[in-house]
């Protein structure tokens, strides 16, 4: 059992959690994800580790059903049944490059260690938060220490740039010379980010959140289709090139193992949630 240090909610919907280890810290690198367990009975769900030390780490979650619900209940002091990691295959690291870092809902925590580890390999690094509205926003000044510069967008322009990620990433690219785009969040943010950079040529990292159950490489759930190849999310990813991932392929996949409204749900979860 591992216990929990804090759980509090950011904003709407949004919560930190912090747990107690002394292990994960050790192998931890920027990208990576734990599965995490609410309670014995509970599901094995995957969260991005957002930062760690030698005594914790911490995780950004968007409270969408079972199992996030059961982590928001939380209260310092409880345990949680399982705390596995670090899974996944790390970013990959670059150097002087020109990078621009995109978060939305709970990918704006995710950004946090790809920031640093970005910053800590001299590359200049623009971060572009993002939602619905100025009240979903959050971490500002924890990610601008890790920014060269931080823009935010806001669907209903209460704070920042009005409009979606896709305009203003347009504009930001047709005047400013970029190696690399980086984006963390839901499916639909994703997937726009990469149908944006993809007319511009601009190689296009993704955190891709495919259906995961054992996320060893085992079971074979989180498949998802690469450059035309079978890779699994868990052990090859969950990072890949956005101009590679067959979109339609991974929708669909993800529609088997939900009922109908929860699938509009994850597509749109950003339009309804933030
Ligand atoms: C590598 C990876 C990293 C992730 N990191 C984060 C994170 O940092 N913060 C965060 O809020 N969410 C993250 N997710 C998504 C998160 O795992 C799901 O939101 C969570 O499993 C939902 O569980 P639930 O029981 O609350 O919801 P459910 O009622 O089970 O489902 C609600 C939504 O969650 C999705 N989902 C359900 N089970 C899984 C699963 N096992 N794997 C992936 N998606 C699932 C469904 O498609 C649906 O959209 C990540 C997913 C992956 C694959
Ligand atoms: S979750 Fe089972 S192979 Fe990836």
């Known amino acids: 059992m591992y216990k929990v240090i804090e759980r509090k909610q950011i904003v709407p919907n949004i919560h930190l959690l912090v747990v107690e280890t002394e292990h994960?810290?050790?192998?931890?690198?920027?990208?990576e994800f734990v599965v995490v367990r609410a309670d014995e009975k509970g599901e094995r769900i995957p969260l991005n580790l957002v930062d760690w030390?030698?005594?914790?780490?911490?995780m950004v979650f968007m409270e969408v059903g079972t199992s996030t619900s059961k982590l928001a209940a939380?209260?310092?002091?409880?345990?949680?049944?399982?705390?596995a990691g670090p899974l996944g295959k790390p970013t990959e690291k670059s150097e002087g490059k020109k990078i621009v870092c995109i978060g939305g809902c709970y990918g704006i925590g995710a950004l946090n260690p790809v920031l640093r580890?970005?910053?800590?390999?001299?590359?200049?690094?623009?971060?572009?938060?993002?939602?619905?509205?100025d009240f979903l926003l959050y971490w500002r000044e924890r990610l601008k220490e890790h920014s060269d510069e931080l823009y935010e967008i806001t669907r209903d322009g209460t704070r920042g740039v009005r409009g979606h990620i896709n305009d203003f990433l347009v504009e930001h690219l047709k005047k400013s010379k970029v190696d690399l785009v980086y984006v963390?969040?839901?499916?639909?943010l994703t997937y726009l980010a990469s149908e944006t950079t993809r007319p511009f040529g601009?190689?296009?990292?993704?955190?891709?959140?495919?259906?995961?159950?054992d996320a060893t490489g085992m079971c074979g759930v989180c498949r998802v289709t690469i450059n035309g190849?079978?890779?699994?999310?868990?052990?090859?990813g969950p990072e890949f090139d956005g101009h590679q991932v067959d979109w339609d392929n991974l929708l669909s996949r993800r529609k088997i193992y939900i009922r109908e409204e929860v699938y509009s749900l994850s597509f749109y979860e950003c339009e309804r949630y933030g």
């Open 202 to 213: 601009i190689k296009t990292i993704v955190g891709l959140n495919p259906i995961m159950v």
């Open 74 to 83: 939380l209260k310092p002091g409880d345990e949680i049944a399982t705390l």
């Open 24 to 31: 994960i810290h050790k192998n931890a690198h920027a990208g």
């Open 184 to 188: 963390q969040g839901c499916t639909y």
């Open 53 to 58: 030390d030698e005594r914790s780490v911490s």
């Open 229 to 236: 190849e079978t890779k699994f999310g868990c052990v090859d």
């Open 117 to 133: 580890m970005f910053k800590a390999n001299k590359n200049h690094v623009t971060t572009i938060i993002e939602a619905r509205s």
